[in-house]
């Protein structure tokens, strides 16, 4: 594959990386994101990028975007992550509810909730697990009553993504009572500063609170927050799920910087690096390269009126292997080092590789998205 950029798309790059490097600098080094401070501080640099207008520059302009394609997406990715930016506090609005009112939500909603999103003044996470139901989402419990122009949400949500310092929630809840599995659920949005909502952080191993629980006693919740009709939540949510396991959530950019940064590891630590470790590395740089590649691939098939179906199953199995393995070559290089918290450059890959530790889990496990691949791409029987 011979991949080149178009003089625009070059100019472009130019005043990506411009912009970055006049404003990135001073968002360095930021606490985690899964606490309040850490948090506090990465919305900071979300309100930053709507000021140079960053917020999503792929949305249409009148959304706070700048109508731009995925290819230009890919570029501004690459140069955020050039420039050591800080990760996006509201990754679950901008890569998973926006498209996801973009292609479901009345024009009344778009205007309600996409340009917020892109402003970074309003911070969203899921409520889509429960206690009963994490990779099995039709077993979601959850009700939403209807009660004239509201719903009366009752029940429980757990490892909600971002929830501890969210403001708002967008879930799956059964709007029907008597419905089993993939059946009446409904998409709905609310507030988690609304009356009888409560949230729980849920603190991690190491001691952070990236998830919390959130109860429901009689939440009362317009109508008009539901997205699509009632009932229609299962197609809703299949198809923001799609966009988690797709092309945004974990741009390639993310993993070729990291690639780098474990070359780098590896020259420094060469002289005493187990046998086998320079062709782990090695690998570990091709595959990162290989996924930027194939992802120009889909962006540019889906610019052409392709779309992206079963195929963001395989993506989200090779992304999250790819992040598993690229850590995990990163604690064999580092040793007994790599346990040692806080040490400059261990402290980050150790973090890293906790985290690794989810990619298979979060976004559908991949046993699941296994099945998805052997069923709708290779055709094999249930």
């Not at 070059?10 to 005043?15: D, G």
């Not at 998973?96 to 969203?124: H, S």
């Amino acid at each position: 594959m011979h991949l080149a950029f178009t003089p625009e798309q070059q100019a472009f790059r130019t005043e990506v990386r411009a912009w970055m490097e006049a404003h990135a600098p001073k968002f360095r080094d930021l606490k985690t994101l899964e606490c309040k401070e850490g948090f506090d501080a990465h919305v900071a640099w979300e309100r930053e990028l709507a000021s140079g207008n960053w917020g999503m520059v792929t949305w249409p302009e009148e959304y706070g975007g700048r109508g731009l394609d995925l290819i230009r997406w890919l570029i501004f990715e690459e140069e955020c992550y050039r420039a050591g930016a800080p990760l996006r506090a509201n990754q679950n609005g901008i890569f998973l509810l926006g498209p996801t009112v973009m292609e479901y939500g009345t024009p009344e909603q778009r205007a309600r909730f996409l340009t917020p999103m892109a402003k970074g003044e309003i911070m969203w996470c899921q409520a889509w697990s429960e206690p009963g139901a994490g990779s099995d989402m039709a077993a979601i419990r959850t009700k939403a009553i209807r009660d004239g122009d509201h719903y009366l949400i009752t029940g429980q949500k757990t490892w909600s993504s971002r929830a501890a310092f969210a403001d708002w929630c967008f879930g799956l809840f059964r709007t029907d009572p008597e419905s089993k599995r993939h059946k009446g659920l409904s998409f709905i949005l609310l507030p988690l500063n609304t009356p009888g909502v409560s949230v729980r952080p849920i603190r991690q191993l190491h001691g952070d609170t990236g998830f919390a629980e959130i109860f429901f006693d009689d939440v009362r919740v317009p109508v008009e927050n539901r997205i699509a009709a009632e009932g229609e939540g299962w197609n809703v949510a299949m198809a923001t799920a799609g966009f988690e396991r797709g092309l945004m959530l974990r741009s390639p950019a993310r993993f070729q910087a990291a690639a780098k940064r474990l070359v780098e590891l590896y020259r420094a630590n060469a002289d005493r690096a187990a046998p086998g470790l320079r062709e782990t590395v090695l690998k570990c740089w091709m595959d990162a390269e290989a996924y930027a590649l194939n992802t120009y691939m889909v962006a540019a098939s889906i610019q052409a009126g392709g779309k992206i179906g079963a195929e963001a199953s395989l993506n989200k199995i090779f992304w999250s292997e790819l992040d598993r393995s690229l850590h995990r070559a990163a604690m064999s290089l580092l040793g007994s080092h790599a346990e040692l918290r806080p040490q400059t450059g261990a402290n980050e890959w150790l973090d890293g590789y906790i985290f690794s530790l989810s990619g298979p889990i979060y976004a559908g496990s991949n046993e699941i998205q296994r099945n998805i691949v052997a069923e709708r791409m290779l055709g094999l029987p249930r």
